[in-house]
Nanobody
Framework: VQLVESGGGLVQPGGSLRLSCAAS????????MGWYRQAPGKQRELVAGISSGDSTNYSDAVKGRFTISRDNAKNTVYLQMASLKPEDTAVYYCNADITVPIYGRTDYWGQGTQVTVSS
């Protein structure tokens, strides 16, 4: 199973970006999915999560500005980011809890995509 992220880049403060993360491989079922981020010198932190039933949760830092969604037909999770701030600058990682053959439920991570918010 692979998680491939896209959509990162450089954006000015107040701007928007949409991140995508597509899962591929031998997948029985994708359970929860989420986005984490890690800024230089800081620990990786949860940004937003979405359950298989589309329940969502957000960190206080992004609540009201970011929206997580998923397209089960495409095995893809999205993170729509708006009103971006310099403190949102980080490497963003996709995470998915996936049920796969033989191993059952397994945690997978994407390779990360850089988001830089700067003027």
């Amino acid at each position: 199973v692979q998680l491939v992220e896209s959509g990162g880049g450089l954006v000015q403060p107040g701007g928007s970006l949409r991140l995508s993360c597509a899962a591929s491989g031998s997948i029985f079922r994708i359970n929860a999915m989420g986005w984490y981020r890690q800024a230089p010198g800081k620990q990786r932190e949860l940004v937003a999560g979405i359950s298989s039933g589309d329940s969502t949760n957000y960190s206080d830092a992004v609540k009201g500005r970011f929206t997580i969604s998923r397209d089960n037909a495409k095995n893809t999770v999205y993170l729509q980011m708006a009103s971006l701030k310099p403190e949102d600058t980080a490497v963003y990682y996709c995470n998915a809890d996936i049920t796969v053959p033989i191993y059952g439920r397994t945690d997978y991570w994407g390779q990360g995509t850089q988001v830089t918010v700067s003027s």
